[in-house]
């Protein structure tokens, strides 16, 4: 074979390896996606999923759901109207509970997908890196909002619990 019979074949060996070497490189981006999604987004979806099993499901004839504070049973001498409030008013908590939850994994799955356009982008893994700072920002912040808001529901569960043992 010629010198001008292996130029085709370096050229063709050439770009095969360049192939190789950004299909590597695009696979290695990919992963360290893929594992920062993991580890940012689904470990904030398994800890809010914590969080309401926490605040759902209670037994509202037994207690409300401020962490810490006493309360008292209700009396067993209370209405069948008192029990059915306070169970209609359960059952309204968790559906509010619930719905926090959904608009939490909402704004979770909007991070993640922005994050994975932005990230895909990025060929350096220093570049991702720093997407990902950005991605916990708003992780964080989205967590902390619906935290919040769980507190405040929590607070609104029991003023309104204490406001119907009251009347009985």
Do not use: C
Not at 54 to 69: F, V
Not at 74 to 89: F, M, Q, W
Not at 128 to 154: C, G
């Amino acid at each position: 074979m010629t010198y001008r019979h292996w130029i085709p074949v370096a050229a063709a060996m050439l770009l095969a390896l360049g192939v190789s070497v950004a299909t590597a490189q695009s696979s290695s981006s990919k992963n360290l996606i893929d594992n920062i999604i993991e580890d940012v987004i689904n470990r904030t979806i398994e800890a809010a999923q914590e969080e309401v099993r926490r605040n759902t499901g209670i037994d509202p004839l037994k207690r409300g759901y401020i962490p810490g504070r006493h309360y008292e049973p209700v009396p067993a001498n209370a209405s069948d109207e008192t029990r059915r409030e306070l169970r209609k008013l359960n059952e309204e908590h968790d559906r509010k509970i619930a719905k926090l939850e959904e608009e939490l994994d909402r704004k979770l799955r909007k991070a993640e997908q922005e994050f994975q356009r932005e990230a895909a982008k990025e060929d350096k893994e220093d570049k991702i890196l720093e997407k990902r700072e950005k991605l916990e920002e708003k992780v964080d912040d989205a967590y902390a909002k619906f935290d919040e808001k769980i507190t405040e529901e929590n607070e609104r569960f029991d003023e309104k619990r204490d406001k119907i043992l009251s009347k009985s």
